[in-house]
């Protein structure tokens, strides 16, 4: 059995940003949460996130070729099965330049549709990066 669960209620997360008052990335956020069987947001701040997501010890600083392409709007989750999650929202990306950063990490990169991302909906992509 299972000790984490899904979130299902949107007020459980705390969130930041005032975009996600809006209805409907209220709904789509919901939507991805439980699609991804999302138990917490954080779990991993993003300038540790090789230790987070790839399981190796880095310095205390990363170096400029840890920075991920594009990044904007970023989040981190984690799910039921503590598979961590990097999301991030950004208005455009060069797509062979995060596709090539993801690969040469063993990393798999989800790029979808405007209309899947609740930060500023139908304007911003979303962007999942996870381990492979």
């Not at 705390?14 to 439980?34: A, D, H, Q, R, V």
């Not at 790839?54 to 099965?81: A, C, G, M, Q, W």
């Not at 209309?115 to 992509?125: D, G, I, R």
């Amino acid at each position: 059995m299972n000790k984490y669960k899904i979130l299902n209620d949107f007020k459980s997360i705390k969130l930041l940003n005032k975009n996600y008052e809006n209805l409907k990335g209220n709904i789509i956020f919901k939507k991805w949460c439980s699609d991804n069987k999302i138990a917490k947001k954080g779990g991993g701040l993003i300038n540790d996130f090789w230790k987070w997501i790839l399981d190796i010890k880095r310095p205390n600083y990363f170096y400029e070729t840890d920075i991920i392409p594009s990044r904007d709007h970023v989040e981190t989750y984690t799910t039921i099965t503590q598979q961590k999650i990097i999301v991030f929202h950004p208005y455009q990306i060069d797509k062979s330049e995060l596709l090539k950063w993801c690969n040469d990490r063993n990393l798999s990169c989800i790029i979808k549709d405007r209309k899947f991302s609740w930060y500023n909906p139908n304007s911003t992509l979303l962007v999942e990066i996870r381990r492979k």
